[in-house]
């Protein structure tokens, strides 16, 4: 008697699975898929109800459980970062056009900084041996994504930039005053410009007496 009711109560937790539709969660996901952002970033919310048709739903984006982004037929909202108070907990909601269902995602947790963040920008040495090269590295600190730029002046000339470079390494070898910046993100988001460093190069004849 008992395995009979443990099989029946077992079967109807798998029905009450299968049937209601509560397996499939609502999910949330971001793009780029950050954990941090700056002011001025833009942020895409992607949210997937993982049944029917896109066209079935309305879409909302809440923060910290109160409505942030209104419902509407977008299934993906571009949103533009414009406070540090934009940081959070971030669901999205969706409502069945034809029955008014709703469900809610996961949890996708944003945190947005103020300050724009400034390159860095580091040398191995700054002298180049006879025939040689020197590494630069550009980074910026605690955020990932990043792209860069780099440039080089002398005091004869402006200053431009380096073409076809946009790796955090690069290696050089021309003397000059050299920068670079970060860059991430569509619409493009800069850094601020790190402290130029200036590259000497030797001369062929510097060793000889």
């Given at each position: 008697m008992g395995a009979t009711l443990l099989c029946e109560l077992?079967?109807?937790?798998?029905?009450?699975?299968?049937c209601t539709g509560h397996a499939q969660d609502a999910v949330l996901t971001i793009e780029p898929s950050w954990s941090s952002f700056f002011i001025g970033e833009f942020v895409t919310f992607k949210c997937d109800m993982k049944e029917g048709e896109?066209?079935?739903?309305?879409?909302?984006?809440?923060?910290n459980g109160q409505g942030f982004l209104p419902y509407s037929t977008e299934k993906?909202?571009?949103f533009k970062l414009s406070s540090t108070r934009q940081s959070g907990e971030y669901q999205c909601s969706g409502r069945?056009?034809?029955?008014?269902?709703?469900?809610?995602?996961?949890?996708?947790?944003?945190?947005?900084?103020?300050d724009k963040p400034r390159a860095t920008l580091t040398a191995g040495t700054t002298i180049i041996p006879v025939g040689g090269s020197v590494t630069?590295?550009?980074?910026?600190q605690s955020s990932d994504g990043w792209k860069y730029e780099w440039f080089r002046r002398t005091q004869r000339t402006s200053e431009g930039k380096i073409r076809?470079?946009?790796?955090?390494?690069?290696?050089v070898s021309q003397g000059g005053i050299y920068s670079c910046r970060g860059?991430?993100?569509?619409?493009?988001?800069?850094?601020?410009?790190?402290?130029?460093?200036?590259?000497e190069k030797t001369s062929e004849f510097s060793h000889l007496v």
């Open positions: 077992g079967l109807f937790l798998l029905c009450t699975l299968l896109d066209t079935d739903w309305y879409y909302k984006i809440n923060r993906d909202k571009k069945r056009k034809s029955s008014h269902d709703t469900k809610i995602s996961n949890t996708v947790s944003i945190t947005v900084l103020a630069l590295t550009c980074s910026v076809d470079q946009q790796n955090r390494d690069i290696r860059t991430r993100g569509n619409p493009v988001y800069y850094t601020d410009k790190s402290e130029d460093v200036t590259i």
